[in-house]
Nanobody, 116 residues
Framework: QVQLVESGGGLVQPGGSLRLSCAAS????????MRWYRQAPGKERELVAS????????NYVDSVKGRFTISRDNAKNTVWLQMNSLKPEDTAVYYC?????????WGQGTQVTVSS
């Protein structure tokens, strides 16, 4: 049974930080590239960050470069998204996903709200 379970979302003030976690099970985690997406109300789903299966390559959307960091530990079957200097426009549901060729899995999402 494949599972991706996100946690760590919540309410934070502008300029604050959050660390999202995604715990994976039911598949060979080390074979899969991992991604964080987000979706705000009325907007398209957006790819925020990605990391290769080995962790040696990362990519970010321009709007979060220098503020967000994606990382993974294959021994723990976990991927993280460290979010610093948060802005109101970062408010969204954040989703973790795994990709290996034609295989794609998704978590249930976790809400991040940035507001004063």
């Amino acid at each position: 049974q494949v599972q991706l379970v996100e946690s760590g979302g919540g309410l934070v003030q502008p300029g604050g930080s959050l660390r999202l976690s995604c715990a994976a099970s039911g598949f060979t985690f080390s074979r899969y590239g991992m991604r964080w997406y987000r979706q705000a109300p009325g907007k398209e789903r957006e790819l925020v960050a990605s990391i290769s299966n080995t962790g040696d390559s990362t990519n970010y959307v321009d709007s979060v470069k220098g503020r967000f960091t994606i990382s993974r530990d294959n021994a723990k079957n976990t991927v993280w998204l460290q979010m610093n200097s948060l802005k109101p426009e970062d408010t969204a549901v954040y989703y973790c996903s795994a990709q290996w060729y034609r295989d794609e899995y998704w978590g249930q999402g976790t809400q991040v709200t940035v507001s004063s």
